[in-house]
């Protein structure tokens, strides 16, 4: 018999000692819930591309939401679906929109509850692009940043004013931090965290979101404000500078295909780091269970443990309910 000085799988002879050496552990704590709230009441209608997840009438959200905060989950983020949609995404920043009533039935009927608000105008745009279009020749089209960054603001402090804890902009316009900031700042809301979608990806992944948001582009793509998937260093770029503008959470988006990006954010500045978990990781693996082909819990514990081992302090995933039952089962 061979002299082996090194036996690591001493460690993991039975479940006690592989406990006793875990590195990373899992908790509700960490995960954020996603939401999608629609007009109406007594509505809960399933979303056929994402199993398991619906769009939600403000009653049900509340609802939902009382389960979610029993079971110890950090938060919710919510996204709005208004009845009508224009080109001035009026309804992202009126005061009676969709995601502002759900904030302030949430306030007042969920306590302790982190409330995280999506800061996006893709879903209020009639053309379904995340900000301001101009120049409309054929096929070309552009976005107009410095104009969408005051609709962005005005939608922030929309939010805030109904109470949400947290402001999260996912627009990937340039400057829109420091834009949100400062107007959060000037209406005396200087204690609203800011969690940016810092380093958000053009991704194919986020097929299913759009038809639970109902915001898919009319016409073109998100290329020319969302990341290009081959950039790593342009990444660690638009990191930096949500940091400088004031961003006091910052986000990878997606997840799986992203996991580099978490480590090195986490690794280079520090900062409270979330991650993704987009509704395209969500749906591959809900197809492959319901085929037999993949065992859904044990797959998504170890996709959201991986996750964390990259370094993530947050995750925003739709398993958050399922994955907080798993690990109280567990
Ligand atoms: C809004 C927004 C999107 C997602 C989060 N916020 C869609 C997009 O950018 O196209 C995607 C989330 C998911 O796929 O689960 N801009």
Wanted: proline share 4%; charged share 25%; with cysteine.
């Amino acid at each position: 018999m061979k002299f082996l000085i090194h036996r690591p799988r001493r460690l993991r002879q039975n479940a006690r000692l592989r406990a006793l050496v875990r590195e990373t552990e899992l908790n509700a704590g960490d995960f954020i819930m996603p939401y999608f709230v629609c007009e109406g009441s007594r509505v809960k209608k399933p979303v056929a591309s994402m199993p398991g997840v619906f769009q939600m009438s403000v009653d049900e959200l509340v609802k939902d939401c009382r389960e979610t905060q029993k079971l110890g989950i950090g938060g919710v983020i919510l996204f709005g679906i208004p009845a009508k949609k224009d080109d001035k995404a009026s309804g992202a920043y009126a005061q009676d929109g969709i995601v502002q009533r759900a904030v302030r039935e949430l306030r007042e009927k969920v306590s302790d509850l982190v409330v995280v608000t999506d800061v996006c105008l893709c879903e209020y745009m009639s053309h379904g692009q995340c900000g301001i279009v101009s120049k409309m020749r054929g096929k070309e089209f552009a976005i107009e940043n410095d104009a969408t960054l005051e609709l962005l603001a005005m939608t922030a402090i929309s939010h805030a004013r109904a109470g949400a804890d947290i402001i999260a902009p996912s627009d990937m316009m340039d400057g829109r931090v420091a834009a949100i900031r400062r107007a959060l700042d000037a209406e005396g809301l200087s204690q609203t965290p800011i969690m940016s979608y810092a380093a958000k990806f053009a991704s194919a992944f986020y097929g299913p979101f759009r038809d639970a948001a109902q915001s898919p582009p009319q016409f073109g793509d998100r290329r020319s404000y969302q990341m290009d998937f081959a950039n790593a260093e342009e990444a660690l770029r638009e990191v930096a500078l949500d940091i400088e503008e004031g961003a006091d959470i910052v986000m990878v988006k997606p997840a799986l295909g992203y996991l580099d990006l978490v480590w090195r954010v986490k690794q280079k500045f520090g900062y409270p780091t979330a991650v993704y978990n987009v509704s395209g990781e969500y749906s591959m693996l809900k197809a492959a269970s319901r085929n037999g082909w993949l065992d859904e819990k044990a797959v998504a514990l170890e996709m959201l443990t991986g996750f964390k081992r990259a370094g993530a302090d947050i995750i925003v995933t739709y398993w958050a309910k399922d994955a907080a039952r798993w690990l109280q089962s567990s």
